[in-house]
């Protein structure tokens, strides 16, 4: 068994009861920001639990499923819930939401409506490392596939890490609320955790001896991401007045 199975298979354990806990506290407190996070991590599941089904073979849904919710959309939507906790007033961040939400949808009917290559999935004995680079040989080249990715991906760490250390050092400044401080900062690490990963893979691709610790360190990063995401979600909403409904 590959270092890069087992390390997606822990992932969809790991997202998927991290994402019920907190659609669970949703359910319970309200609040966008717990929606968002929460679906972000289903997200994650999903994308998990696609490489594992890719593991045992090729499988049009799965891959496709994998490319939409993980290189796609996991960074925007935590980044959503990022923007709705420090944005309270007005409506910036659902209208931003309503984007985003319009780009899902969108960026769904696109990945299945392009033509996959099937005969270049060859992974070999390793997963992780074909997820990470030779993937790109089943999809077509097109504009959107330029674009889209480094934009969402892009759009949606800048948020989650970028509002994350603004919002510690606010809390810091103030000298208050050291659990959300700590929470900000465990937030920031877990959305540039995996960010980092997929730089050393853009690295590898000029640095070929690179590859291999490349590919180990993207995956161990998505799994530790989500795990300090979770923990960061957790300190930063604890002790917080329950947001109204709606």
Avoid at 27 to 55: K, M, T
């Amino acid at each position: 068994m590959s270092i890069g199975l087992v390390i997606g298979l822990l992932t969809t354990i790991v997202s998927g009861v991290m994402a019920a806990l907190l659609l669970n506290r949703y359910r319970l407190r309200g609040g966008a920001h717990q929606l968002l996070w929460g679906l972000g991590l289903v997200l994650y599941f999903v994308s998990g639990l696609s490489e594992v089904v890719l593991a045992f073979g090729w499988s049009d849904i799965a891959f496709r499923m994998w490319y939409w919710s993980g290189a796609l959309l996991v960074p925007p939507v935590l980044g959503q819930g990022t923007l709705h906790l420090l944005v309270r007033k007005g409506s910036v961040a659902t209208i931003f939401s309503i984007v985003v939400g319009v780009v899902a949808v969108a960026s769904l009917v696109w990945i299945f409506s392009i033509p996959l290559d099937a005969s270049k999935f060859l992974p070999g004995n390793d997963i992780g490392k074909f997820l990470t680079g030779s993937y790109r040989d089943i999809l077509p080249q097109s504009a959107v596939r330029r674009i889209l990715p480094p934009l969402m991906n892009g759009y949606g760490t800048l948020l989650l890490a970028g509002g994350a250390v603004y919002s510690a050092w606010l809390f810091l400044r103030k000298s208050i609320l050291p659990n959300r401080v700590l929470g900000n900062v465990f937030i920031a690490a877990g959305g540039l955790l995996p960010a980092a990963g997929g730089a050393l893979i853009k690295l590898a691709e000029t640095v070929p001896a690179l590859s291999d610790s490349a590919s180990i360190f993207k995956y161990i990063g998505i799994l530790g991401g989500v795990v300090l995401l979770f923990i960061g979600f957790q300190l930063a909403v604890s002790g917080a007045p329950s947001p109204a409904q709606g």
